[in-house]
């Protein structure tokens, strides 16, 4: 294929990330998650008090657990019901009828509610750092590095809400979201879990499905960044290079499923 066709391709999917960026800004989704951050941001200092010895870390950690859960909100909200709702509304058919193919509607769609998110993280995190700058003595560059690994990892739970959003309704596409989010970080437990099962069908089938769910605590990094702990640098190229094959591989999915899916 030419470089040509392509930067062609290439051109058809930004036009579906900046109209899926800008529709998702009209909803007033972007704007409520950034106001309940800055609630939770604020509610970390207002508590941070009731820990005597501890404020430092409270503001810490629950600053970054509050850019986590908005971030997953706006994942969840956004990816359950981009494709669901085009389809609803039958206007998926006015952008496929142009020269726009399936698979770049995925990867356009896919983009911008990674663009959405990751906007949201920034904009949190200028919040986060201001707080922590005007509040606390130190700032160190490990609570740079979770809020990276946030951001990733919220990627990867971007392009699984994707998927989920093209074989089923918004609903049931939250809900399979948030129990791969919770499964995810659970995976390590459900194997020790597995071991404990008597049926060996039982134990290769929890196996079999831990394994094929991504571990989202290779991007929690969160309790060494609250602690002062420095972030390896080997520790960031590993879970950097474990969420893009989770990305490529989801997307690739969805876009052969979306290939064979039935729009009427």
């Not at 800008?22 to 989704?29: G, K, N, Q, S």
């Not at 709702?85 to 911008?112: H, N, Q, W």
């Not at 919770?182 to 194997?191: C, E, Q, S, T, Y």
């Amino acid at each position: 294929m030419s470089s040509n066709s392509y930067a062609s391709r290439g051109s058809r999917a930004f036009h579906v990330a900046a109209h899926t960026l800008l529709e998702t800004i009209r909803d007033r989704v972007f704007g409520v998650s950034i106001l309940f951050s800055a609630m939770l941001l604020g509610a970390a200092l207002v508590l941070s008090p009731l820990a005597a010895g501890e404020q430092d870390k409270i503001i810490m950690d629950l600053g970054l657990a509050g850019i986590s859960v908005i971030g997953l909100f706006l994942a969840l909200f956004i990816g359950a019901s981009l494709v669901f709702r085009e389809v609803e509304r039958r206007s998926i058919y006015t952008v496929l009828s142009k020269p726009i193919a399936r698979d770049e509607y995925i990867l356009g769609k896919y983009c911008g509610s990674v663009l959405t998110i990751v906007l949201n993280v920034l904009m949190m995190s200028v919040l986060y750092v201001l707080l922590v700058s005007l509040h606390l003595e130190t700032f160190h560059m490990g609570l740079l590095s979770a809020i990276y690994l946030i951001a990733l990892e919220l990627a990867v739970i971007a392009a699984f809400s994707l998927f989920f959003s093209v074989v089923s309704s918004p609903f049931m596409g939250a809900f399979f979201t948030l129990a791969l989010f919770v499964a995810g970080h659970l995976a390590r437990d459900i194997l020790h879990f597995a071991e404990l099962v008597p049926a060996e069908s039982g134990r290769m089938i929890l196996k079999g499905i831990t394994y094929m769910l991504p571990n989202l605590e290779y991007f929690n990094v969160k309790g060494m960044a609250v602690y002062g702990k420095p972030i390896p640098p080997d520790l960031l190229l590993f879970a950097t290079s474990y969420g893009a094959l989770y990305i490529v591989g989801v997307l690739l999915l969805t876009m052969l499923v979306f290939r064979r899916k039935d729009l009427q």
